[in-house]
């Protein structure tokens, strides 16, 4: 596999790993596993960070002249990227949701 194809597959892999890990700890905090889902989400904003850094490293090349090829491989990898970042976010809001509901009952 190429230098671009490699990375874009590491963005793909990265970012459908660490969504996957946010819908699983919103399906924990559902089942009041509060905790687990704490590590849930921990592990997928790793897994995040993976991916956001192999994005950053593209920019990098870029500003400093590389320009990169726009195929729809990189489209597909930046919007699996932002999907799991806007999964993150709304994951862990859903897990206050819920155990602020727990609390009350």
Not at 21 to 28: D, G, P
Not at 34 to 49: H, I, N, P, S
Not at 64 to 69: K, M
């Amino acid at each position: 596999m190429e230098g671009m194809e490699h990375i874009c597959f590491t963005l793909i892999a990265s970012a459908g790993c660490a969504r996957s890990l946010y819908i699983e700890a919103i399906r924990q905090a559902k089942d009041q596993e509060f905790e687990k889902a704490y590590l849930l989400m921990d592990e997928g904003e790793k897994l995040f960070v993976e991916g956001h850094a192999a994005h950053a490293g593209l920019i990098q090349q870029e500003a400093n002249g590389q320009n990169s090829v726009l195929s729809l491989l990189l489209l597909h990898a930046e919007d699996q990227l932002m999907s799991a970042e806007t999964f993150g976010i709304l994951a862990y809001e859903f897990i206050e949701i819920h155990k602020k509901i727990a609390e009350k009952r």
